[in-house]
Nanobody
Framework: VQLQASGGGLVQAGDSLRLSCAASGRTLGIDYMGWFRQAPGKEREFVAG????????YYADSVKGRFTISRNKVENTLYLQMDSLRPDDTAVYYC?????????????????????WGQGTLVTVSS
């Protein structure tokens, strides 16, 4: 599976931004897709996840109510709508996917649970 993330940029606090992640290759059998982010000097952290078949979604507490993850199954594209952005949302955002058949209730949040990663897109939020 190849993942191509896009949509990052420089915005002001309170603004919105939508990230996209196009999946190609062996997309049949994708189990979960998710968004992670990594700020300078920090570890990569989970942001939001989605069960590809059933579209069940789940979020990190820090973004709950502000970010929305969704997907277009026909176009094999994952989205992250980010509203009410804050300076501490500044990071490189990565999309990820797995084909491990964890099951509908698994809700994986660890980077180790995902096998495929996009190249990252930078989001900078100024105050």
């Amino acid at each position: 599976v190849q993942l191509q993330a896009s949509g990052g940029g420089l915005v002001q606090a309170g603004d919105s931004l939508r990230l996209s992640c196009a999946a190609s290759g062996r997309t049949l059998g994708i189990d979960y897709m998710g968004w992670f982010r990594q700020a300078p000097g920090k570890e990569r952290e989970f942001v939001a996840g989605l069960a590809w078949k059933y579209e069940n979604t789940y979020y990190a507490d820090s973004v709950k109510g502000r970010f929305t993850i969704s997907r277009n199954k026909v176009e094999n594209t994952l989205y992250l709508q980010m509203d009410s952005l804050r300076p501490d949302d500044t990071a490189v955002y990565y999309c990820a996917a797995d084909r491990n058949a964890y099951g509908a209730g698994a809700r994986p949040t660890s980077t180790r649970a995902y096998d495929y990663w996009g190249q990252g897109t930078l989001v900078t939020v100024s105050s």
